[in-house]
């Protein structure tokens, strides 16, 4: 639901058919009028002729368990995001291949699948991959070893053995903080690692990451659409090679809408 609403923000890509074999067509009209987290979707919803109407946009419905039965060709569509969170390795997300679709994109942890995320490997990708993974969210419920963690090491291979990081769930809706503690090689001045990011917030970054000097909590980060927001003021160091660094992100909105993002650069190489 997030990854259409931020579909429809953003006008980058569009949403031509949805697969889902277990919600009625009108209880999806409500489901994606409201939304507990991130509030009303500021727009029309209808369901209008068997079809589920978004801003006078008529969108296909399948109801099909098994992805190798799904025509989405015969819809329009091209791109496929699998987010069911069953489907996640190569082999099973090949399914939406049989009927027409281009590309998939699963949205959930997997082990084979190159894993592609905006702002960072992006520009790896190639028209070659027709399955890649850009997992999202924060499936923990316990303090454990956050798969964020292991992704990173993955898409940039050079932290390997140099990062690893825990999670914790507590009672908030919705919002995550990254607490960045690293060891620098060489020396660096606090004000000039804010310098750099501010920079690369407002340039190559722009839209991706956030910045702010201000004082803020968790709540003011929800609905973001950045995948993360560093907050300049909350950072310290305990000398030039010892940092801490805090950055905000919606685990559930930003996330989303970097998968529109991808999958608008996935087809800018086309």
Same mark, same amino acid.
């Given at each position: 639901r997030? !990854?259409?609403?931020? /579909?429809? @923000?953003?006008?980058?890509?569009?949403?031509?058919?949805? @697969?889902?074999?277990f919600i009625d067509l009108n209880y999806m009209v409500y489901m994606f009028q409201y939304d507990p987290?991130?509030?009303k979707f500021h727009g029309t919803v209808k369901a209008e002729n068997g079809k589920l109407v978004i801003n006078g946009n008529p969108i296909t419905i399948f109801q099909e368990p098994d992805p190798s039965k799904i025509?989405?060709?015969?819809a329009g569509a091209e791109y496929v995001m699998e987010s069911t969170g069953v489907f996640t390795t190569m082999e099973k997300a090949g399914a939406h291949l049989q009927w027409g679709?281009?590309?998939?994109?699963?949205?959930?942890?997997?082990?084979?699948?190159?894993?592609?995320?905006?702002?960072?490997n992006h520009e790896k990708y190639d028209t070659s991959l027709k399955i890649i993974s850009n997992p999202r969210g924060s499936?923990?419920?316990h303090p454990c070893?956050?798969?964020?963690?292991?992704?990173?090491? +993955?898409?940039?291979?050079?932290? @390997?053995? +140099?990062?690893?990081?825990?999670?914790?769930?507590?009672?908030t809706a919705n919002v995550s903080v990254v607490d960045l503690t690293y060891h620098l090689e060489k020396p660096a +001045?606090?004000?000039?690692?804010?310098?750099? !990011?501010?920079? /690369?917030?407002e340039g190559p970054l722009k839209g991706i990451l956030g910045h702010t000097e201000h004082?803020? !909590?968790?709540?003011?980060?929800?609905?973001?659409?950045?995948?993360?927001?560093?907050?300049?003021?909350a950072g310290t160091t305990l000398n030039n090679h010892f940092v801490k660094l805090i950055s905000w992100y919606d685990n559930e909105f930003g996330c989303s809408n970097r998968v529109v993002d991808l999958m608008a650069h996935m087809a800018s190489k086309e």
């Open positions: 997030l !990854v259409i609403r931020a /579909a429809y @923000n953003s006008g980058k890509v569009d949403t031509v058919t949805i @697969n889902d074999p987290t991130h509030g025509k989405w060709g015969d679709a281009k590309r998939v994109i699963i949205s959930a942890p997997s082990a084979d699948p190159p894993m592609f995320m905006m702002g960072v499936p923990e419920h070893l956050y798969w964020a963690a292991k992704a990173v090491r +993955k898409v940039i291979p050079e932290l @390997n053995w +140099k990062l690893t990081g825990m999670a914790f769930r507590v009672p +001045k606090y004000d000039d690692i804010k310098k750099v !990011v501010k920079q /690369a917030s004082q803020v !909590v968790s709540s003011d980060f929800n609905s973001d659409t950045h995948s993360s927001t560093f907050n300049a003021g």
